[in-house]
């Protein structure tokens, strides 16, 4: 039995913030869209891996998210680690940094994590 990894979901309370977030900091393109009555599902990719990061609203949805104490982030190594750090400073989402590390963390407009790494620091690791 072989698994292998196809997206991972989070909910957006405005998903034309989220998307233009996602296409700014991260370079995320939409690869497809399915409009619900009720709700919408975004798919979005990066150009290179087959994994995408599904965005769903809720039509009806009005409220911000509760995250909670919740520590579940997403994480992108990136090949150019200064400039992405550049980036992400002007546009003030960097919400925690660990030097000792070498990665920080964004925040999304919905307040999730992601993870910032140099591609290095993913090869160090195995």
Not at 19 to 37: G, I, T
Not at 48 to 63: F, N, V
Not at 104 to 109: A, E
Request: net charge negative; glycine share 6%; proline share 3%.
């Amino acid at each position: 039995m072989k698994f292998t990894f196809a997206h991972n979901n989070i909910n957006v309370l405005d998903l034309d913030r989220s998307l233009a977030f996602y296409k700014k900091a991260l370079n995320l393109v939409e690869n497809r869209r399915w409009d619900n009555p009720d709700f919408i599902l975004v798919y979005l990719g990066d150009g290179h891996s087959q994994h995408q990061l599904e965005l769903t609203w809720l039509k009806d949805r009005t409220a911000p998210y509760n995250l909670g104490d919740n520590e579940m982030h997403l994480a992108f190594h990136v090949d150019d680690y200064d400039g992405a750090h550049t980036l992400h400073s002007q546009m003030g989402c960097i919400c925690f940094e660990n030097e000792g590390m070498g990665l920080y963390f964004i925040s999304d407009p919905d307040g999730y994590w992601i993870e910032i790494m140099p591609f290095r620091k993913v090869h160090e690791q195995e």
